[in-house]
């Protein structure tokens, strides 16, 4: 039998970024495999409605209020865990402006959440796996959110690219360093899917039908196949998989 289904029991998954959007649809995705959840957040109130959803699964959930860029912050949280098999990268945001009117602020706060926090939290995770004496065996998986971003640019993305681009180069080479571990390492690259992030975006008509004129399939990403391409990268199927992307698209950078 060549096909099984996705059982992430007695594993333990670390997600950032899990209050809203993408990261709640992937903790609960995790939670449906089996995964129990470590899950952090700036938002409590987020959080406790994400812990409640997961309840229905019978999986232990633990939730940390925090702030990605604040190293101490994470540095203590992840201290705090006895095992982590599964880190998603998932906190991440844009400021989008034209590459002539990029204010520093916004630029050196996009490098701060999307490149080197995904890196502070990846190195944290990968030194706990690895403490755990049967990681070789057991195996671990890292999930970078990177973007369709990070291999295409874009207009008025012009830092948001540099950081996803980043991401991609980060996601390869820490692939190589922990391939001896056993510990895969990949991102997960969506195109546009309606969340809190993007809504504000979408509301505008020519917006909408520029991006969608760009998405061969003709339609958004939903928030499930986010989730079900993290699940899958996560699980014992995908253990022959590191150090590359897995673009849900529609097709945009088939172009």
């Not at 830092?159 to 980060?170: A, D, H, I, P, R």
């Amino acid at each position: 039998m060549y096909l099984k289904k996705y059982n992430l029991k007695n594993k333990y998954a670390l997600i950032t970024g899990a209050g809203k959007g993408l990261g709640r649809a992937c903790a609960i995705g995790l939670a449906e495999a089996g995964a129990n959840l470590i899950i952090l957040s700036r938002t409590e109130k987020d959080l406790k409605q994400v812990s409640q959803i997961t309840k229905r699964f019978k999986v232990q959930c633990k939730y940390y209020v925090c702030d990605v860029t604040k190293y101490s912050e994470i540095k203590s949280v992840i201290n705090a865990q006895k095992r982590i098999d599964i880190v998603v990268n998932n906190a991440g945001t844009n400021i989008p402006e034209h590459f002539t009117k990029v204010k520093r602020k916004d630029m050196e706060y996009l490098v701060k959440v999307n490149t080197e926090a995904t890196f502070n939290i990846a190195q944290m995770g990968a030194l706990k796996m690895i403490k755990q004496n049967n990681r070789k065996k057991i195996g671990g998986a890292i999930i970078n959110m990177s973007s369709q971003m990070g291999h295409v640019g874009g207009p008025i993305r012009s830092v948001y690219n540099m950081t996803k681009f980043g991401l991609e180069g980060l996601t390869k080479g820490m692939s190589i360093d922990l391939a001896k571990y056993n510990i895969r390492v990949n991102t997960v690259c969506p195109t546009f899917v309606v969340t809190p992030m993007t809504k504000k975006f979408l509301k505008s008509k020519k917006f909408k039908r520029e991006v969608l004129g760009n998405i061969p399939l003709g339609r958004f990403a939903e928030l499930s196949d986010i989730a079900s391409a993290v699940v899958f990268l996560a699980s014992d199927q995908a253990s022959m998989i590191t150090g590359t992307s897995l673009l849900v698209d529609g097709g945009w950078t088939a172009r």
